[in-house]
């Protein structure tokens, strides 16, 4: 069967489309990132090692821990949402020429800008990109009122709120959407109560995901499993657009982990963790997943879950539960090299992955 006779199959195409929209984004962000890392270097945008906790007292491991990492370059995450802002520009402007250029129909079906589809979850990454941006710069900088430098947690959460709530308004007032799909069960219409389960959602993707990058390549390579898992939700929702957006950011940040991964060249930073955390969040809302997504990237739970219980002990009780918190910081002061935490963690995550997608699709309805 000759490819003439391919491309007229919806099916085949839509999956070309959905894989080849991954390998143009890792292309673009492998081609891309060595400038982005050169630049770090050049203008020292590194980070600085951490000496006190959110809660102000002195870190007892994480200064030791982490003391070599001082001055590695912070903002790696910008690679990302910039190669996906680019790829998204090529698709919708640049592509149909080409495709008329070289007589190749299938180039001008690779655009997957869908304002159904794309539109709300590119805003948030490009928007919490930014917001994390200035938060690296501060903190390389010594700028803001944060102990040694960036924006207080309190700034960044209500940042983050406005992102969020401005989501959630849309989904509920424009959309429609008011109901919450419990996978195998029914879809359940909550009202207004839907506008803080979007908010809550967001803010634990983004926070978890922010929590979660602290050892080299551990968040990037849950984000990478917890992309693709929705990816393939999307797919079977018949939501081809939305897809091929999640393979594009898994296709990039397969390009980011070649230079992210033990020993780390640069680190995610504010910038990819918050806007890949909220971007996540988006995309389970999108595609009606929001208990899927607990379960999809329960790491973050676990992750989140040891932050709050070790404040929370400190606070009431004045001692600790964990060595340090999140919990990835507590295996290393156990003796767990760096290297094995981030494998076992994403050995976890792709295991929830997988249980999240069959979950997911078999309980679509």
């Known amino acids: 069967m000759e490819f003439a006779e391919i491309n007229t199959i919806p099916e085949v195409v839509n999956v070309l489309k959905v894989l080849v929209t991954g390998f143009i984004a890792f292309v673009v962000t492998f081609i891309f990132t060595p400038f982005w890392i050169n630049f770090l270097y050049k203008y020292k945008i590194g ?10 007292d002195k870190l007892q491991y994480f200064n030791v821990l982490h003391a070599s990492k ?57 928007a919490a990109g930014v ?12 700028w803001g009122n944060n102990k040694g430098g960036g924006m207080r947690f309190a700034m960044r959460f209500w940042w983050l709120f406005a992102i969020a709530g401005l989501g959630a308004w849309w989904f509920y007032s424009k959309l429609g959407w008011d109901t919450l799909h419990v996978p195998g069960v029914n879809d359940f219409e909550i009202g207004l109560w839907y506008i803080p389960l979007f908010i809550f959602v967001i803010l634990f993707s983004a926070i978890s995901s922010n929590e979660t990058d602290g050892l080299d ?11 693709t ?4 939700i999307a797919f079977f929702q018949n939501k081809v657009n939305l897809a091929a957006f999640c393979t594009a950011i898994s296709g990039s940040l397969l390009a980011f982990l070649w ?24 995309v389970a809302m999108l595609t009606d997943s929001a208990l899927i997504l607990f379960i999809i990237v329960f790491i973050y739970v676990l992750e989140s879950g040891s932050v ?24 290393e002061v156990m003796g767990w090299p760096e290297p094995k935490i981030t494998m076992r963690a994403w050995i976890f995550t792709a295991i929830t992955a997988g249980l999240g997608v069959i979950i997911g699709i078999v309980g679509m309805g």
């Open 47 to 56: 980070t600085k090692t951490k000496r006190k906790s959110v809660m102000g």
């Open 70 to 126: 001082s001055g590695t370059p912070v903002a790696g995450g910008v690679v990302v949402w910039v190669s996906i802002a680019i790829l998204v520009f090529m698709s919708h402007y640049i592509f149909p020429h080409l495709a008329n250029f070289f007589n190749i129909d299938f180039i001008s079906r690779l655009d997957f800008l869908s304002r159904k589809h794309t539109y709300l979850p590119l805003f948030a990454l490009i």
């Open 131 to 142: 917001l994390g941006l200035f938060d690296d710069i501060m903190s390389v900088k010594g």
């Open 217 to 227: 390549g551990l968040n990037g390579g849950v984000l990478l499993m917890a992309f």
């Open 229 to 232: 898992a929705f990816a393939l």
């Open 259 to 282: 230079y992210n991964i033990y020993p780390a060249r640069f680190f995610m930073g504010d910038t990819g963790a918050m806007s890949l955390g909220t971007t996540l969040g988006v």
């Open 308 to 331: 709050v219980i070790q404040l929370t002990s400190k606070k009431f009780f004045g001692r600790k539960v964990f060595f340090a918190a999140p919990i990835h910081h507590h295996f």
